[in-house]
């Protein structure tokens, strides 16, 4: 079904060039956020040139230093001219930080290591001899501790067997949730108790030191919760401004319920 947006409609041809910027799990659903995307780009575009804007300069943006579309420009002095939202103020902020302490400590830190015996979990054979082996393995290194760093040059899969299986600092997040779930529960010192099985295969784990994260103070984040709250607040009036736009407009063919612009998405 064809798509118009004020009597123009929108090609097919534009619609496929633009598929590729919306993956989704169907190409219908793809083809769906294309469509809608294409939509609220034409409908800004017309009320830039209702609005008589002049076509402006396109700016670099971007890690690579890529330059804006006209089309991009024309829309960003759109929304800078229409769209106007308030600057954070310092007790907005503070609020902000108050609410969110968690959000601002450093992470905690965990100096650990390991010994890797690999398998694939679909290999219920290699998978067996794996945890045997690591079941071994962990019987010698807690009858002598002190042999951990050479169990791991001798027998672990993994590329830090050089370094004795140490691991270095690992913070939340960087390993996989069954690895950090004994890790993070272990004291200073101690060897895991039981083999710890992954995606990997089966682990001797032992946590060498923890450093716990510190409360970050205002002085050193009030910046960055500045730019969170007007980029939040941005957008929140962006999505405003488009609604208010398609309820005045005719478009047929798509139903543009909940329907963003791209630049802000």
């Not at 001219?81 to 609020?95: K, Y």
């Not at 030191?209 to 941005?234: C, S, T």
Request: proline share 6%; hydrophobic share 40%; with cysteine.
């Amino acid at each position: 079904m064809a798509v118009f947006v004020n009597g123009i409609e929108l090609s097919d041809h534009a619609i496929n060039a633009e598929l590729q910027y919306h993956p989704a799990g169907s190409v219908e659903e793809a083809r769906l956020a294309a469509t809608r995307a294409l939509v609220v780009r034409e409908l800004l575009l017309q009320t830039a040139r209702c609005r008589g804007i002049e076509q402006p300069d396109p700016l670099d943006h971007g890690p690579a230093g890529e330059r804006e579309t006209p089309d991009e420009a024309l829309i960003r002095t759109l929304l800078a001219r229409e769209v106007e939202t308030p600057e954070p103020d310092e007790t907005t902020c503070q609020r902000f930080y108050a609410n969110n302490l968690q959000r601002f400590r450093s992470p905690d830190l965990f100096e650990a290591a390991h010994i890797l015996f690999a398998a694939d979990p679909e290999d219920a054979e290699a998978s067996a001899a794996a945890k045997e082996q690591a079941a071994s393995a962990l019987a010698q290194a807690l009858e002598q501790p002190e042999r951990f760093a050479e169990l791991a040059r001798e027998l672990s899969a993994c590329s830090s067997a050089a370094q004795g299986g140490n691991l270095g600092q690992i913070t939340r997040g960087q390993t996989v949730p069954e690895f950090e779930t004994f890790l993070f529960n272990l004291e200073p010192g101690q060897i895991c108790p039981v083999p710890v099985k992954t995606r990997f295969g089966y682990h001797v784990l032992r946590l060498d030191r923890r450093i716990d994260g510190r409360q970050l103070p205002f002085e050193v984040v009030a910046d960055k919760i500045a730019d969170y709250l007007r980029e939040h607040v941005w957008r929140r009036a962006v999505s405003q401004y488009l609604q208010l736009l398609v309820g005045q407009a005719e478009i047929r063919g798509i139903e543009l319920k909940g329907a963003s612009s791209p630049l802000v998405q």
